[in-house]
T-cell receptor, first 113, second 111 residues
Framework: AQSVTQPDIHITVSEGASLELRCNYS??????LFWYVQSPGQGLQLLLK????DTLVQGIKGFEAEFKRSQSSFNLRKPSVHWSDAAEYFC???????????WGAGTKLIIKP | EAEVAQSPRYKITEKSQAVAFWCDPI?????LYWYRQILGQGPELLVQ????????DSQLPKDRFSAERLKGVDSTLKIQPAELGDSAMYLC?????????FGPGTRLTVT
């Protein structure tokens, strides 16, 4: 069955430090991959997506993610985090022609001043 | 920039009462999704519409939940009767193709 795993429930990073959030998926074919961000009490905003082509994708707010087929991973990175990046981050996989998404449980990012 | 609208933003209701949520998708988006998100978890799809037709409602608890999109534009999700376990964020999203745009959600608290 298709699934998405975000191994880290929460991560604490100092402001200005680099960030990597992990995402692993289980899916038989090449998936569509997404990262969304959710601020407290808000809806979800798309950070970036991968459909095909270059496996390193750039998104908004200085984020990037790399698709690694051999590892079934799509990790999100940012070279230098800002306090405003504190939020919950969700990885999702699009698995069928209806573009339904399978979601990870999310990783809460905490920024230390 | 066009946005998905949802109302109300917050709703407190007593168990056994009826509650309804409204969603207005981005103009021209044929696909509309309703999700439930429990605190600390990812969204769970409840129902997907393509225009006015239901594409998938396999995860919708049909004994108490109903959803409609009569004219293929805005949509209503109803719960009757509400139960304590229904306390969650209810998110609406719309899409034109493969990218979903989310509204701000409705936070439901059942007491």
């Amino acid at each position: 069955a298709q699934s998405v795993t975000q191994p880290d429930i929460h991560i604490t990073v100092s402001e200005g430090a680099s960030l990597e959030l992990r995402c692993n998926y289980s899916y038989g074919a090449t998936p569509y991959l997404f990262w969304y961000v959710q601020s407290p009490g808000q809806g979800l905003q798309l950070l970036l997506k991968y459909f095909s082509g270059d496996t390193l994708v750039q998104g908004i707010k200085g984020f990037e993610a790399e698709f690694k087929r051999s590892q079934s991973s799509f990790n999100l990175r940012k070279p230098s985090v800002h306090w405003s990046d504190a939020a919950e981050y969700f990885c999702a996989v699009g698995v069928d022609s209806n573009y339904q998404l399978i979601w990870g449980a999310g990783t809460k990012l905490i920024i230390k001043p | 920039e066009a946005e998905v609208a949802q109302s109300p933003r917050y709703k407190i209701t007593e168990k056994s009462q009826a509650v309804a949520f409204w969603c207005d998708p981005i103009s021209g988006h044929a696909t509309l999704y309703w999700y439930r998100q429990i605190l600390g978890q990812g969204p769970e799809l409840l129902v997907q519409f393509q225009d006015e037709s239901v594409v998938d409602d396999s995860q919708l608890p049909k004994d108490r939940f109903s959803a409609e999109r009569l004219k293929g534009v805005d949509s209503t999700l109803k719960i009757q009767p509400a139960e304590l376990g229904d306390s969650a964020m209810y998110l609406c999203a719309s899409s034109l193709s493969n990218e979903q745009y989310f509204g701000p959600g409705t936070r439901l608290t059942v007491t």
